[in-house]
């Protein structure tokens, strides 16, 4: 039997009685708990379109139980998509969507256990210092750490793709181009913190998303400067992920490339640091040289605990006094 319960006639009551409507909440499937047994795993995508391989992969991980999606806004235009379009009938036991629109929410013992109850849990792009501010500290964060810890996977885009790196630029001060970033690693917008998701082979490592598409490998180098130069690492990683893009990483570390690009070009980047920044000062152009790279395209391998490629694209970058330089033959940092 499949069941659909939305809340809107609910909300609309209690806008009505003057009570704040905190969260909504949407289902579609059955509302029981699954005893489903998962498999664990991590997908890493990077925004816009999302990856309907990628999503499946997922779903097969979920060895059929219950698909929960966190937001902090949007709809639950998810559910449909993941529950009736990508999922084989009988593949699911429930798709579900919670968004979080007061800080109350993340303290409702009734959301938590639905997320707890997860057997795949994927965290939807948007805005992620709202997830930062929202669920650092609080049993949301506690709640996703239970699903790992039970072996199930977790992925998460744009936004959600984010905060899944041990180090997180979180957008406090709105988002940063790679030009002011470079010219000043200290720009105010240059916004990084820790402590908050620790997810399987993701330590000593910040993501990026939209990738290409925005111009952002100046802003990812920034974000390694300043994680050596502050003292959170003596080595960082970064890991930049175009759109249209997703890695689906295995228990063993092992890097799978899913594209939805029609002409092939889904392409990601591994940056791992060498050594202290040369100049990582505020107000001054970064210079920071060595900068190893690996491009993955599509038929390319990479181990993201061993952080060893094969059959991709190795490079270096410098930032020179704000100015990225490649020793790849055509000058590309790309």
């Known amino acids: 039997m499949v069941l659909i319960m939305v809340l809107s006639t609910m909300m609309i ?103 707890v109850n997860a057997e795949a849990l994927f965290i939807a792009g948007g805005d992620q210092w709202n997830y930062v501010s929202m669920w650092k500290g609080t049993p949301v964060e506690a709640a996703i750490h239970s699903v790992r810890d039970k072996g199930a996977p977790i992925g998460g885009t744009s936004a959600g793709l984010a905060i899944l790196g041990e180090f997180v630029f979180s957008a406090e001060n709105d988002t ?34 939209h990738f290409v598409a925005r111009d952002r490998m100046g802003r990812l180098v920034t974000f390694l400067a300043r994680i050596v130069q502050d003292g959170w690492a003596t080595e960082a990683r970064g890991i930049g992920i175009d759109e249209e893009t997703a890695l689906g990483v295995d228990p063993d570390g092992t890097v799978t490339l899913f594209g939805a690009c029609k002409d092939g070009t889904a392409v990601a980047y591994f940056l791992r640091t060498n050594g202290e920044p040369d100049s990582c000062e505020p107000k001054t152009p970064l210079t920071y040289k060595g900068i190893s790279v690996f491009k993955m395209t599509i038929g390319a391998k990479f181990n993201l605990a061993t952080w060893q490629g094969d059959y991709g694209t190795s490079y270096s970058l410098s930032a020179v006094e704000g100015v990225l330089a490649s020793t790849q033959s055509d000058g590309s940092i790309y």
């Open 13 to 115: 009551s209690l806008s009505a009685s003057g009570a704040k409507v905190t969260y909504e909440y949407y289902i579609i499937g059955d509302p029981s708990d699954s005893d489903a047994t998962p498999s664990p795993g991590l997908l890493l995508a990077g925004g816009s379109t999302d990856v309907a391989e990628a999503m499946e992969w997922m779903i097969k991980k979920s060895g059929g139980g219950d698909f929960v999606v966190l937001r902090c806004a949007g709809t639950d235009a998810y559910n449909p998509w993941i529950y009736k379009q990508l999922a084989e009938p009988g593949e699911l036991n429930s798709c579900e969507t919670i968004i979080f629109l007061e800080p109350e929410s993340c303290e409702d013992p009734v959301l938590i256990g639905r997320i």
């Open 176 to 209: 940063v181009e790679s030009d002011d970033a470079l010219r000043n690693p200290y720009n105010r917008r240059v916004c990084l913190e820790k402590g908050f998701l620790d997810m399987p082979d993701m330590d000593g490592k910040i993501t990026d998303s």
